[in-house]
Protein backbone atom coordinates (compact mmCIF):
# COMPACT_ATOMS: atom_id res chain seq x y z
CA UNK A 1 0.00 0.00 0.00
CA UNK A 2 1.04 3.44 -1.01
CA UNK A 3 -0.46 6.61 -0.01
CA UNK A 4 -1.00 10.27 -0.89
CA UNK A 5 -2.24 12.86 1.67
CA UNK A 6 -3.16 16.21 0.07
CA UNK A 7 -3.58 19.21 1.82
CA UNK A 8 -0.73 17.95 4.84
CA UNK A 9 -0.73 21.34 6.70
CA UNK A 10 -4.07 21.94 7.26
CA UNK A 11 -5.36 20.88 10.54
CA UNK A 12 -7.60 17.07 9.52
CA UNK A 13 -3.86 16.78 7.42
CA UNK A 14 -1.34 17.02 10.47
CA UNK A 15 -3.52 14.90 13.06
CA UNK A 16 -3.50 12.38 9.66
CA UNK A 17 0.19 12.57 9.14
CA UNK A 18 0.68 11.86 12.91
CA UNK A 19 -1.95 8.71 13.25
CA UNK A 20 -0.26 7.58 9.69
CA UNK A 21 3.23 7.85 11.06
CA UNK A 22 2.80 6.16 14.51
CA UNK A 23 0.47 3.25 13.10
CA UNK A 24 1.85 2.86 9.46
CA UNK A 25 5.06 4.55 9.09
CA UNK A 26 6.61 4.84 5.69
CA UNK A 27 4.37 4.07 3.62
CA UNK A 28 2.72 7.62 2.68
CA UNK A 29 3.69 10.45 0.87
CA UNK A 30 2.55 13.95 2.35
CA UNK A 31 2.12 17.22 -0.01
CA UNK A 32 0.49 20.09 0.34
CA UNK A 33 0.20 23.56 -2.22
CA UNK A 34 4.03 24.03 -2.36
CA UNK A 35 4.71 20.33 -3.62
CA UNK A 36 1.33 19.64 -6.07
CA UNK A 37 -0.81 22.28 -7.20
CA UNK A 38 -3.96 20.52 -7.24
CA UNK A 39 -5.57 22.57 -9.88
CA UNK A 40 -3.04 21.60 -12.67
CA UNK A 41 -4.30 18.67 -14.17
CA UNK A 42 -0.72 17.36 -15.88
CA UNK A 43 0.94 18.00 -12.53
CA UNK A 44 -1.17 15.94 -10.84
CA UNK A 45 -0.98 13.47 -13.73
CA UNK A 46 2.60 13.66 -13.58
CA UNK A 47 2.72 13.51 -9.53
CA UNK A 48 0.44 9.69 -9.71
CA UNK A 49 2.58 7.99 -12.62
CA UNK A 50 6.14 8.62 -10.59
CA UNK A 51 4.28 7.72 -6.88
CA UNK A 52 2.39 4.83 -8.28
CA UNK A 53 -0.17 5.36 -5.28
CA UNK A 54 -2.74 2.95 -4.02
CA UNK A 55 -4.37 5.07 -2.24
CA UNK A 56 -5.44 9.28 -1.67
CA UNK A 57 -6.54 11.01 0.81
CA UNK A 58 -7.73 14.37 -0.16
CA UNK A 59 -7.86 17.23 2.70
CA UNK A 60 -7.00 19.91 0.97
CA UNK A 61 -9.70 22.32 0.61
CA UNK A 62 -11.10 26.28 0.42
CA UNK A 63 -13.10 26.30 3.69
CA UNK A 64 -12.82 30.26 4.22
CA UNK A 65 -16.88 30.06 4.38
CA UNK A 66 -17.30 34.16 3.94
CA UNK A 67 -14.51 34.78 2.00
CA UNK A 68 -15.68 32.20 -0.66
CA UNK A 69 -18.89 34.35 -1.56
CA UNK A 70 -16.25 37.36 -2.90
CA UNK A 71 -13.04 34.60 -3.99
CA UNK A 72 -15.73 32.36 -6.00
CA UNK A 73 -12.93 31.16 -8.35
CA UNK A 74 -10.34 30.48 -6.30
CA UNK A 75 -13.18 28.58 -4.02
CA UNK A 76 -14.39 26.13 -6.81
CA UNK A 77 -11.05 26.06 -8.19
CA UNK A 78 -9.76 24.05 -4.55
CA UNK A 79 -13.16 22.70 -4.27
CA UNK A 80 -14.12 21.43 -7.73
CA UNK A 81 -11.36 21.51 -9.90
CA UNK A 82 -8.87 19.89 -7.41
CA UNK A 83 -10.56 16.72 -6.85
CA UNK A 84 -11.48 16.65 -10.61
CA UNK A 85 -8.16 16.17 -11.64
CA UNK A 86 -7.58 13.57 -9.03
CA UNK A 87 -10.74 11.71 -9.91
CA UNK A 88 -9.45 11.94 -13.20
CA UNK A 89 -6.04 10.17 -12.32
CA UNK A 90 -7.65 7.31 -10.81
CA UNK A 91 -9.40 6.42 -14.10
CA UNK A 92 -6.00 5.16 -15.70
CA UNK A 93 -5.12 3.40 -12.14
CA UNK A 94 -5.75 0.96 -9.30
CA UNK A 95 -6.10 4.55 -7.01
CA UNK A 96 -8.51 5.04 -4.56
CA UNK A 97 -9.71 8.28 -3.28
CA UNK A 98 -11.17 9.19 -0.02
CA UNK A 99 -11.98 12.60 -0.09
CA UNK A 100 -13.09 15.15 2.70
CA UNK A 101 -16.75 16.99 2.56
CA UNK A 102 -18.74 19.21 4.83
CA UNK A 103 -22.39 19.59 6.42
CA UNK A 104 -22.43 22.57 4.52
CA UNK A 105 -24.17 20.63 1.52
CA UNK A 106 -27.39 20.69 3.50
CA UNK A 107 -29.81 24.12 4.24
CA UNK A 108 -30.12 23.20 8.01
CA UNK A 109 -34.13 22.95 7.93
CA UNK A 110 -34.35 19.07 9.27
CA UNK A 111 -35.13 18.48 12.78
CA UNK A 112 -33.62 15.04 12.86
CA UNK A 113 -29.83 13.78 12.46
CA UNK A 114 -29.15 14.27 8.31
CA UNK A 115 -28.13 10.28 6.65
CA UNK A 116 -26.16 10.46 3.90
CA UNK A 117 -29.23 9.93 1.28
CA UNK A 118 -31.08 13.06 2.93
CA UNK A 119 -31.61 16.14 -0.35
CA UNK A 120 -28.87 18.65 -0.62
CA UNK A 121 -29.31 22.21 -0.69
CA UNK A 122 -26.17 24.14 -0.05
CA UNK A 123 -26.65 27.76 0.96
CA UNK A 124 -23.62 29.33 0.50
CA UNK A 125 -20.58 29.05 -2.24
CA UNK A 126 -18.48 27.11 -0.10
CA UNK A 127 -21.50 24.37 0.18
CA UNK A 128 -22.21 24.48 -3.34
CA UNK A 129 -18.49 23.65 -4.55
CA UNK A 130 -18.39 21.11 -2.01
CA UNK A 131 -21.28 19.52 -3.52
CA UNK A 132 -20.35 19.99 -6.78
CA UNK A 133 -16.65 18.12 -5.42
CA UNK A 134 -18.77 15.39 -4.50
CA UNK A 135 -20.61 15.20 -7.32
CA UNK A 136 -17.66 15.14 -10.41
CA UNK A 137 -15.26 12.55 -7.75
CA UNK A 138 -18.30 10.03 -7.80
CA UNK A 139 -19.30 10.63 -11.47
CA UNK A 140 -15.62 10.29 -12.57
CA UNK A 141 -14.10 7.42 -9.92
CA UNK A 142 -17.78 6.03 -8.38
CA UNK A 143 -14.96 3.49 -6.35
CA UNK A 144 -14.02 6.31 -3.88
CA UNK A 145 -15.56 7.79 -0.67
CA UNK A 146 -16.59 10.78 0.89
CA UNK A 147 -17.01 11.54 4.22
CA UNK A 148 -18.58 14.49 5.50
CA UNK A 149 -17.67 16.45 8.76
CA UNK A 150 -18.62 19.66 10.58
CA UNK A 151 -17.03 21.65 12.69
CA UNK A 152 -13.78 20.56 13.10
CA UNK A 153 -11.07 21.35 15.15
CA UNK A 154 -7.52 20.51 16.32
CA UNK A 155 -4.50 21.36 18.64
CA UNK A 156 -3.26 23.99 15.91
CA UNK A 157 -4.77 26.09 13.61
CA UNK A 158 -7.64 28.47 12.47
CA UNK A 159 -10.68 27.02 14.28
CA UNK A 160 -13.27 27.76 16.62
CA UNK A 161 -11.58 26.00 19.68
CA UNK A 162 -8.19 28.27 19.24
CA UNK A 163 -10.56 30.84 18.63
CA UNK A 164 -12.46 31.07 21.86
CA UNK A 165 -9.35 30.42 23.72
CA UNK A 166 -7.68 33.03 22.16
CA UNK A 167 -10.60 35.55 22.80
CA UNK A 168 -10.72 34.69 26.05
CA UNK A 169 -7.12 35.72 26.72
CA UNK A 170 -7.46 38.77 25.13
CA UNK A 171 -10.74 40.55 25.54
CA UNK A 172 -12.43 38.22 28.36
CA UNK A 173 -16.03 38.45 26.70
CA UNK A 174 -17.01 36.79 24.07
CA UNK A 175 -20.99 36.47 21.80
CA UNK A 176 -21.63 33.46 20.52
CA UNK A 177 -24.58 32.25 18.34
CA UNK A 178 -27.02 29.96 20.39
CA UNK A 179 -29.65 29.00 17.30
CA UNK A 180 -26.80 27.20 15.14
CA UNK A 181 -26.65 23.29 16.22
CA UNK A 182 -24.67 20.45 15.38
CA UNK A 183 -21.81 18.42 16.30
CA UNK A 184 -17.96 19.21 17.00
CA UNK A 185 -15.30 17.23 15.45
CA UNK A 186 -12.01 16.89 16.75
CA UNK A 187 -9.82 16.42 14.10
CA UNK A 188 -7.76 13.24 15.25
CA UNK A 189 -10.74 10.97 15.88
CA UNK A 190 -11.55 12.16 12.09
CA UNK A 191 -8.08 10.97 11.25
CA UNK A 192 -8.52 7.21 12.86
CA UNK A 193 -11.39 6.66 11.04
CA UNK A 194 -9.88 7.25 8.40
CA UNK A 195 -6.79 5.28 8.67
CA UNK A 196 -9.82 2.72 10.10
CA UNK A 197 -11.51 2.87 6.57
CA UNK A 198 -7.99 2.99 4.50
CA UNK A 199 -6.75 -0.50 6.54
CA UNK A 200 -10.05 -2.07 6.43
CA UNK A 201 -10.27 -5.44 4.81
CA UNK A 202 -13.28 -4.52 2.68
CA UNK A 203 -13.36 -0.29 1.01
CA UNK A 204 -17.30 0.28 0.69
CA UNK A 205 -17.51 3.74 -1.45
CA UNK A 206 -19.98 5.96 -1.57
CA UNK A 207 -20.82 8.58 0.81
CA UNK A 208 -20.23 8.14 4.93
CA UNK A 209 -20.75 11.21 7.51
CA UNK A 210 -18.85 11.44 10.44
CA UNK A 211 -18.68 14.24 13.52
CA UNK A 212 -18.33 13.32 17.44
CA UNK A 213 -21.35 11.91 18.78
CA UNK A 214 -23.96 14.35 20.29
CA UNK A 215 -25.74 17.69 19.78
CA UNK A 216 -24.80 21.08 20.97
CA UNK A 217 -25.09 25.25 19.75
CA UNK A 218 -22.19 26.99 18.82
CA UNK A 219 -22.68 28.72 22.78
CA UNK A 220 -22.88 25.05 24.31
CA UNK A 221 -19.25 24.41 22.72
CA UNK A 222 -17.77 27.58 23.83
CA UNK A 223 -19.43 27.26 27.38
CA UNK A 224 -17.53 23.82 27.55
CA UNK A 225 -14.19 25.01 25.79
CA UNK A 226 -13.87 27.46 29.35
CA UNK A 227 -15.21 25.06 31.69
CA UNK A 228 -12.94 22.01 30.65
CA UNK A 229 -9.80 24.84 29.63
CA UNK A 230 -10.15 26.24 33.39
CA UNK A 231 -10.75 29.69 31.59
CA UNK A 232 -12.78 32.56 32.90
CA UNK A 233 -14.60 33.77 30.26
CA UNK A 234 -17.72 35.54 30.23
CA UNK A 235 -20.36 34.33 27.27
CA UNK A 236 -23.36 35.92 25.58
CA UNK A 237 -25.70 33.86 23.81
CA UNK A 238 -27.07 35.22 20.58
CA UNK A 239 -29.20 34.69 17.59
CA UNK A 240 -27.77 34.35 13.81
CA UNK A 241 -29.83 37.64 13.23
CA UNK A 242 -27.23 39.35 15.66
CA UNK A 243 -24.16 37.88 14.06
CA UNK A 244 -23.75 39.50 10.71
CA UNK A 245 -21.55 36.79 7.87
CA UNK A 246 -21.52 36.81 4.26
CA UNK A 247 -22.16 33.11 3.81
CA UNK A 248 -25.80 31.55 5.75
CA UNK A 249 -24.83 29.14 7.85
CA UNK A 250 -27.10 25.74 8.14
CA UNK A 251 -29.14 26.27 11.78
CA UNK A 252 -28.94 22.70 11.53
CA UNK A 253 -26.28 20.13 10.87
CA UNK A 254 -26.26 17.11 13.04
CA UNK A 255 -25.20 14.11 10.85
CA UNK A 256 -26.11 10.45 11.70
CA UNK A 257 -23.24 8.54 11.55
CA UNK A 258 -25.11 5.17 11.92
CA UNK A 259 -24.10 4.10 8.12
CA UNK A 260 -20.22 4.67 8.85
CA UNK A 261 -20.43 2.69 11.97
CA UNK A 262 -21.97 -0.38 10.56
CA UNK A 263 -19.90 -0.42 7.77
CA UNK A 264 -16.55 -0.14 9.28
CA UNK A 265 -17.05 -0.61 12.52
CA UNK A 266 -15.69 2.68 13.87
CA UNK A 267 -16.39 3.47 17.49
CA UNK A 268 -17.33 7.62 17.92
CA UNK A 269 -16.49 9.27 21.35
CA UNK A 270 -18.29 11.73 22.64
CA UNK A 271 -17.68 15.59 21.92
CA UNK A 272 -17.22 16.80 25.37
CA UNK A 273 -14.69 13.59 25.87
CA UNK A 274 -12.55 14.49 22.62
CA UNK A 275 -12.83 18.42 23.19
CA UNK A 276 -11.30 17.46 26.49
CA UNK A 277 -8.51 15.29 24.77
CA UNK A 278 -7.67 18.23 22.56
CA UNK A 279 -7.70 20.79 25.54
CA UNK A 280 -5.37 19.04 27.38
CA UNK A 281 -2.42 18.23 24.44
CA UNK A 282 -3.01 22.60 23.90
CA UNK A 283 -2.27 22.49 27.70
CA UNK A 284 0.59 20.04 26.90
CA UNK A 285 2.27 22.45 24.42
Not at 154 to 173: I, K, Q, S, Y
Not at 261 to 273: L, M, N, S, V
Amino acid sequence: MKILVTGCNGQLGRELREVLESTHPGITTYTDIDELDLCDRAAVQAFLDRGDFSHVVNCAAYTAVDKAEEQKKECAAANIDAITNLAYGAQDRCLKILHISTDYVFDGTAHRPYTENDKVNPLSHYGTTKRKGETALLGLAPDSVVIRTAWLYAPDGHNFVNTMLRLARTEGHVSVVSDQIGTPTYARDLAEAICTILFSRQWVSGIFNFSNEGVCSWYDFAKAIFEIADVSCEVTPISTDDYRSAAPRPYYSVLDKGRIRATYGIKIPYWRDSLRHCINRIKDK
